[in-house]
């Protein structure tokens, strides 16, 4: 309808995508070839199936796995920032884990700037921006997690091509059997070289976890933040100081299976409670999704309107991480 059409033009920040997670079909089935992985079906649309989290995450690898080099990480990130802006994306801070990819013998000054060529080439031929978050895949472990940090702060005392683009550090995958804490040596690393710290949490985990992610980690945002509700403590926090929470309400009914329908979600719950509580995608293309079909789902399944939609977009320019002279411009 109207509304969708417009939901779709408004000018949207997206701060919860991993660009993985945005490699087109049709690209997948190309890189697979080419690099000559087996996919389990040529068909991406039957590839894109899953039941719970950590179903989703073997299809998540398989498509990482696509990715064979400096030029394929150009091509997605390029492709990732076409297919965002044409949805009204102006500003985004999107995830790469590389861990699968370091282990394979890549390395991360090239993926670094393999992702920051085709993102530069994209943002000269759409405006969006986009800025970079690394992140440590939990399936690996924290020592993994803390040797990634290390390399990523070395890069950058490098002056390496495209790492200023790299501005924080994030967490993702499994959350089954990890301990929040064990990640502190890798955040210690990354606050102290001056990065930005986010975290996945709260997907299948419970609230005590988000509020270890800001008590021990230290972190300044949290991606997804689920249960955040469950505890009154943490809210108030959260709610009085503005720690933004990036939900992606689509993805947590699809991907999590967090609640059966978008209706059942408790985001309009996390807005009213007062939390800075973004709206954002995840993984578009393995979940049929961009980010102005992700704004039209959750004004339709929460009876919001445009004036709340602006709202909720211009809490995406205050939780990103801009300067504040240039997210004047978003507003
Ligand atoms: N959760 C955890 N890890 C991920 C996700 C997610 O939704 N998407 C890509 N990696
Ligand atoms: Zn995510």
């Not at 179903?55 to 400096?70: C, D, I, P």
């Not at 060529?117 to 895949?137: Q, V």
């Not at 939900?247 to 609640?259: D, E, G, K, R």
């Amino acid at each position: 309808g109207p509304l969708a059409a417009a939901l779709d033009a408004l000018p949207k920040v997206e701060l919860h995508c991993h660009l993985e997670g945005t490699m087109r079909p049709s690209t997948l089935v190309e890189l697979a070839a080419r690099n000559g992985l087996r996919l389990p079906t040529s068909d991406p649309t039957e590839l894109y199936r899953y039941d719970s989290l950590d179903g989703f995450l073997e299809v998540f690898w398989t498509v990482q796995s696509a990715l064979g080099g400096r030029d394929d990480w150009a091509r997605l990130a390029h492709e990732s920032l076409l297919d965002s802006a044409a949805h009204g994306v102006v500003h985004t801070e999107a995830f790469f884990t590389p861990a699968r990819h370091l282990a394979a013998g890549q390395d991360l000054a090239s993926v670094v700037a393999g992702l920051d060529e085709g993102l530069a080439a994209a943002e000269a031929e759409t405006g969006t921006r986009c800025l970079l978050i690394c992140d440590m895949d939990r399936a690996f472990g924290p020592e993994a997690g803390r040797q990634l940090v290390e390399e990523l702060v070395a890069l950058r005392r490098a002056g390496s091509p495209g790492v200023d683009r790299v501005v924080g550090v994030g967490m993702d995958s499994t959350e089954l059997g990890i301990d929040t804490r064990t990640y502190l040596p890798a955040y210690d690393v990354a606050g102290a070289a001056g990065l930005r710290l986010t975290g996945h949490q709260g997907e299948n985990s419970p609230a005590s976890a988000i509020a270890a992610c800001l008590d021990v980690l230290g972190l300044e945002r949290i991606d997804h933040g689920v249960p955040v509700l469950d505890d009154p403590e943490l809210v108030a926090r959260m709610a009085g100081e503005r720690v933004p929470i990036t939900v992606c309400p689509t993805s947590n009914v699809v991907i999590a299976h967090v609640v059966e329908r978008l209706e059942e979600h408790p985001y309009p719950r996390m807005r009213a409670a007062g939390l800075l509580a973004t709206v954002n995608t995840d993984d578009p293309a393995l979940s049929d999704l961009d980010l102005g079909k992700e704004y039209a789902a959750v004004a339709a399944a929460f009876g919001y309107g445009w004036d709340d939609m602006v709202r909720i977009a211009l809490d995406g320019v205050e939780a990103c991480w801009l300067d504040d002279s240039d997210k004047r411009p978003l507003r």
